[in-house]
């Protein structure tokens, strides 16, 4: 499949305009071979997802508490169990590592 099958048009303003129904058709496409994905590849798949403390995800990131802290609404496995409540999503961590040390 084309890497970009959808189409940028420029106009004279040098507005740019997407051929939305394309994008979507696109983006559906890559969201269901993510979800048909083989999982046997990722160690712990079949294991229930373990929520890990502030202190526990820095040692992971090799952070401090200070900076998970800080930077915890940029992370996508960030879980908020109350309004001062931080967890870090094991698995979620994992495979934004596993994303991120390609």
Known sequence: ??????????????????????????????????????????????????LLTAEDAAKRLGVSRRYIYTHADTYPFTRRLGPKTLRFSERGLERWLARWSR
């Open 1 to 50: 499949m084309d890497a970009k099958p959808w189409r940028i048009r420029v106009e004279k303003d040098g507005t740019r305009l997407v051929d939305v129904d394309a994008f979507l058709h696109r983006l559906v496409d890559v969201l269901l071979d993510l979800d048909r994905a083989d999982t046997s590849v990722i160690p712990g798949a079949d294991q229930p997802d373990r």
